[in-house]
């Protein structure tokens, strides 16, 4: 059975190796290629084990660094959409409406769900708020 289809405790077993039960439900091992049974975890299966955690291990740390790619993507993104948004001289008391007539033509308005598009836009409008705040303050 391939790798993918089996379950934890199917990909634990060595594959010489099969964990048993009694009648009395105390665990032994049996490997049917060699014959043998023995009621401790054979150093086969503990080592086989070691070498499968440190895999999930790797495996789990790949996906950490997709994850981060894909982050630093969508990050790239937000950044071509904010300088769409500076371009088309987006000002802090545009209306989301009249950014979208004046940004929907554009490729970097494509590369967003709406949702998104909405959030970014509040978010710049925002920091202009915020800037224009402080200007008004440092000249008084």
Known sequence: MPECFKTTEEVLEHPDW?????????KFYYNAATRKSCWQLPN???EYRIKLEEKKRRDKEEGKLQE??????AEEIKKKFMALLKQKFIGANTKWDSCIKLCEDDERWQLLKISDKKKYFNEYIGELKKISDQEKKAKT
Do not use: C, I
């Open 68 to 73: 981060e790619e894909t982050l630093s993507e």
């Open 18 to 26: 099969k964990e048993y039960r009694t009648a009395e439900g105390k």
């Open 44 to 46: 086969e299966v503990k």
